[in-house]
């Protein structure tokens, strides 16, 4: 294999498909990049056995071929040479990078070690407006868990009806988000690991364009110029959204998300590195006053609102309230609440596609 590439193009697409290199595997080929050459064509391909990525880069080849280098050294290594024109070649002592007056030997692996990655998928496809799917895989994937203690959480539940709606939780608080669907092949409901939908978020570059999402005996494919994923989906049970949103509230409060989040943002502060993390809103008088208190110091403020319904006082995680109101977009927001140890929501005031539940924190002060 002999292949000459323009060094960005050929660092950016090893640091992309980089990202699906195993890591701590007992089986050193899925640890590698496959680099494929042919037909002016260099393909690289990566693979951790649940995530896939591949991309294509249009060079000037040689020699057709294949190879496998070792993913994350390749791609540190090569992203120093993005200023450079690059000649990358096959031989005994392995693969040969040669940039300017200088070159590099690297290990390489047998190609035809490396997993064979199903591409023909699309037994069911799902179009969207890529503006949509971006949205809304960036207002749930942060909700998912991060531990592997129960794994269907690590990944969301989306299914596909009349829209697209996404569910996330990992046990301490829940996002749903929906979106429109333009067009499909059929019902479905699926669960897709998080690391995935991140992915697919990151190769999402016109708004306006169209996106299809294909599923096939438990695997995604979704394919966006040259770039293309491949992930494995979740099996098991996924939590039952209708079970746990509550349908009534005794309080619900429409409050400025700016004044709110900037003042839950400053009392996190003194309460950083706490257990719990604990910020409390006392909800009364047409306002929600603020608290948080430490060994460091205590904060105190006071944001105007609109209430409707009982007083209560309630504490939370303030990451977890944070990352709620920042992935809101109306400056006015709604939180509605049963009580000081029920689980409340957060939702824009208006567009209610989103909304975010958390649950309380009894303060023992």
């Known amino acids: ?8 193009t050929l660092a950016e697409a090893v640091q992309k498909v980089s990202k699906a290199c195993a890591v701590r595997t007992t089986a050193p080929i899925m640890e590698c990049i496959k680099i494929s050459a042919g037909n002016d064509v260099v393909t690289f391909l990566a693979t951790d056995g649940e995530l896939s990525i591949r991309k294509t880069v249009r060079a000037e080849v040689f020699d057709e071929g294949e190879v496998c280098v ?16 690059v000649t990358l070649s096959s031989g005994e002592k392995g693969v040969r990078i040669s940039y300017g007056e200088s070159g590099t030997d690297m290990q390489m692996m047998n190609a035809e070690e490396f997993p064979k990655i199903n591409l023909e998928i699309g037994e069911n496809s799902f179009v969207m407006k890529q503006k949509a799917l971006r949205k809304i895989i960036a207002e749930t ?34 996002a749903l988000s929906k979106a429109e669907i333009l067009s499909k092949s059929g019902a479905l409901g699926i669960i897709c690991p998080a690391r995935t939908l991140n992915e697919i978020s990151r190769m999402l ?10 599923t096939q005996g438990g695997m995604l494919l979704v394919e ?40 839950a943002e400053r009392a996190a502060i003194l309460i950083r590195g706490d257990k719990n993390n604990l910020v409390t809103l006392d909800i009364r008088n047409g306002a929600v006053k603020i608290t948080s208190a430490s060994d460091v110091g205590n ?26 109101l920042r992935a809101l977009e109306e400056e006015v927001v709604e939180m509605s609440f049963n009580g000081a140890v029920s689980p409340f929501i957060l939702q824009n005031a208006e567009k209610k596609d989103s909304l975010y539940l958390i649950l309380p924190v009894r303060n023992a002060a």
């Open 1 to 8: 294999m002999k292949f000459v590439c323009d060094g960005i």
């Open 70 to 85: 070792p993913g994350k050294l390749f791609s540190d290594f090569v992203g120093k040479l993005s200023g450079e024109q």
């Open 141 to 174: 994937t942060f909700c998912c868990a991060q531990d592997d203690s129960r794994p269907v959480l690590k990944g969301c539940l989306l299914e596909f009806g009349d829209v697209l709606e996404i569910t996330a939780l990992d046990g301490y608080r829940l």
């Open 205 to 214: 570059d016109d708004e306006e364009e169209e996106i299809t999402l294909y």
């Open 224 to 263: 966006n110029g040259d770039v293309t994923v491949v992930s494995r989906l979740y099996q098991g049970d996924f939590i039952k959204k209708e079970n746990v949103l509550p349908k009534d509230f005794t309080t619900v409060v429409k409050v400025s998300r700016t004044e709110l989040s900037e003042s």
């Open 299 to 324: 904060v105190a403020e006071t944001v105007r609102a609109e209430i409707e319904g009982k007083e209560t006082t309630i504490s939370m995680n303030a990451k977890f309230l944070l990352d709620a």
